[in-house]
Structure formats: C-alpha cells, structure tokens
C-alpha cells in the first residue's frame, strides 16, 4: 500500500513540474503581450474541453481536461479594427511575444541546470585525474589531459564525453573488444590529436557496443562563478543533444516507437523522482527536468506549422514583403499543422501506454 502511495504522490509531483514547464512558457506569451498592450482573449493551460473558467474583465482563464500543453489566446488568427488586437500591433513587438514563450523555457533550463549543480557533489570537470588498473585508454591519454573534443565534437561536460563513447567510436574491433576513438585534448598547454582505445562489448544490435569507461576526472570547486559556468556548459550540452535526436529523427535513426508523448515523460520523470527520493540526491531529477524544458523551448521555436516558430516565420515573411499573410491562410497552415501534431500526439502517446504494460 505504501508504494502505491508513494507511486501515485511521485506522478502527481511529476505532472504539477510538467504543468509549471507548461505555464512559464504560456506566461512567457502573456507577459509581453501584457507590456505591449495586446488584447487578451483567453490564458489557457491543458487542451480540450474546459474543467473549470474564470473570467476577468478582459481575459477568460481556463484549465482544460488534456494536460499537455497551454494556450494565450490573443485573436492572432483573425482580422480586426481594434487597434489592441495582435494582427494591429508592430510587427516586432509580435515577433517578441512569439518567440517569448520558447525563451522562457531556455531561460528555466539554464536556471534549473544551476540548481542541480548547486545542490550535487562536485562538479566534474573533463581532465583526467586517474586510471583504473584495467585501464586500456592510459596507452594514449595521460593524467591531467584535458578532453576538448572527441570524434570532431567539442566536449563542455562528462555528458559529452559519456555520449561520445557510446556514439561516436571512430572503429570498434568486435574481435578484440575495442572500440577507437579520434580525441583532441589539452596537454602541456598544447593541443594534441590522439587515437583512443577503449575496452568495449558488443551490443544485441549489429554495430552497437558498450564502452568500458576506466578513467576518472577532477572535480572543480564550487562557487557562484564556477556554478553558472558549469551551468551554462550543461545548458549547451543538453541543447545539443536535443538537436542531434531531432537530427536522428529526421534521418531514420530512431522511428516513432522511440518518442515519448505526455504519458512517457511523465511516467521517466517519475521514476526518476523515485530514485532521487530513496538516495535523496536530486541533481540528475533535476537535469532531466531541465532537459524537458529545454526540448519544450526549441521545439516550439522550430518551422512547424502550429507552433512558435512557424508563427515567427509568418511574421519575418511580413516584414519583408511589408504587408502580412492574410490570417485565413495562415490559420488554415496552422489549423493543419495542429491536426497533424494532435494525431502525432495519439500516436504516440499509444505506443507510451503500450510500453507500460509490455516493458
């Protein structure tokens, strides 16, 4: 009984940080087109039908029955006379409100990766501090190397260098187990190339391998100053890796069985936030929580129709040519796009429920 107590309050806490990624972003929305003077119409977070409303005396606000996402309704999709409509105000001041909602979430995950660093151990630095005694990497690394680049890309934290390694191998010798790997690292001051070899397994897919790490790295004190710039390094290494999985997407390297919907995410932060609660450390909850809003923020700024992104494309389109798209045809790019997202969405949020009964 208690650990269905326990189950049940970890998935309510995921789903209330799920609706606070959901609402900063919609506030991002809200409180520029609040300082602009914008008309509006309605603050809305979940989709669906309406579970409760309360109306201001200019603004409805709802809470509606799908949790997975949030609206700030400001009439952007119909023409109008009233000089506070969006379609009336400068085309800049629309292109801030766009694009303030996705802002917002990067703004929260560079925050939210400071907490995490702040409230965990050591931060960990990318210079090598010491070998196991198994170690194969020491025939070319040495202590107090400095990683900087592995396989042509840029390493900031152990994030990198740990998906690197399970990545980026330049060859794998299934025969020998090990897999080589290009590295450029910082020694003696001077930049050097180097091959690296690791201890590594074949995995159950043709190709795949797992990499033995044997070394360790120094840790860096921490400070205010060393804090957010270790936090800004995981800012950037989790965006990137948001990037590189949209890359895979769009190439075929992972199919819609790997997404996750509303369901799965809630359902991997929870387990997470179980985890961090029975050792009681909750940096690597808070990483992945950073990791959720950051996808949130670039996600939204992509050129999807329905999205901030393809809204802020329309609005460079207009200020350009000087005169916008008529709001029909926009509405009706959007409209599209949105059904397409909504089917993607029961898609895939099936394929998370299925997962749950069959994982």
Same mark, same amino acid.
């Given at each position: ?17 799920? $609706? ?42 709802? $809470? ?21 409509? $969006? ?27 400071? /907490? ?6 050591? +931060? ?35 994030? *990198? ?11 794998? *010798? ?69 990037? +590189? ?19 799965? /995410? ?32 670039? $996600? ?32 009706? /790019? ?26």
């Amino acid at each position: 009984m208690a650990d269905i107590l326990s189950n049940i309050l970890n998935i309510v806490i995921t789903v209330l940080v799920f $609706f606070a990624i959901i609402l900063i972003h919609e506030m991002g929305h809200f409180l520029t087109a609040k300082a602009f003077g914008m008309k509006i119409y309605e603050f809305s977070i979940g989709m669906g039908p309406r579970l409760f409303s309360k109306r201001t005396k200019t603004t409805l606000w709802s $809470f509606k029955l799908l949790p997975i996402g949030g609206a700030v309704q400001l009439g952007e999709d119909f023409e109008s006379d009233d000089p506070d409509d $969006f379609r009336n105000k400068p085309v800049w001041q629309r292109m801030i409100v766009i694009v303030a909602g996705a802002v917002m979430n990067l703004i929260l995950g560079f925050a939210v990766c400071a /907490v995490s660093i702040g409230v965990g151990g050591d +931060i960990a630095t990318t210079k090598i501090s010491y070998f196991y005694d198994t170690a194969v990497s020491s025939r070319e690394m040495k202590i107090g190397d400095e990683i900087v680049e592995m396989s042509g890309m840029p390493v900031w934290t152990t994030m *990198d260098i740990s998906y690197c390694l399970q990545n980026k191998s330049a060859r794998f *010798d299934e025969q020998t187990s090990t897999a080589y790997f290009d590295m450029t690292v910082i020694r003696d001051g001077q930049r050097t190339a180097i091959t690296v070899p690791f201890t590594a397994y074949a995995g159950e897919k043709p190709g795949s391998y797992s990499v033995v790490v044997d070394f360790k790295v120094y840790p860096q004190e921490k400070n205010p100053l060393t804090v957010t710039a270790a936090a800004g390094k995981m800012f950037m290494t989790e965006s990137r890796l948001i990037w +590189i999985s949209l890359g895979d997407l769009i190439t075929g390297t992972y199919g819609l069985n790997d997404l996750s919907g509303p369901i799965g /995410v809630v359902t991997t932060m929870a387990t997470a936030l179980d985890q961090s609660i029975k050792i009681m450390s909750f940096d690597s909850f808070l990483l992945l929580v950073a990791l959720i809003t950051i996808n949130l923020g670039i $996600f939204n700024l992509l050129p999807v129709p329905a999205l901030d992104g393809a809204r802020f494309l329309f609005l460079l389109i207009e200020a350009i040519r000087g005169k916008p798209v008529s709001a029909e045809k926009e509405g009706m /790019v959007h409209f599209i796009g949105f059904a397409a997202l909504m089917l993607l969405m029961l898609i895939v949020s099936f394929n998370d429920i299925v997962k749950l009964f069959t994982q």
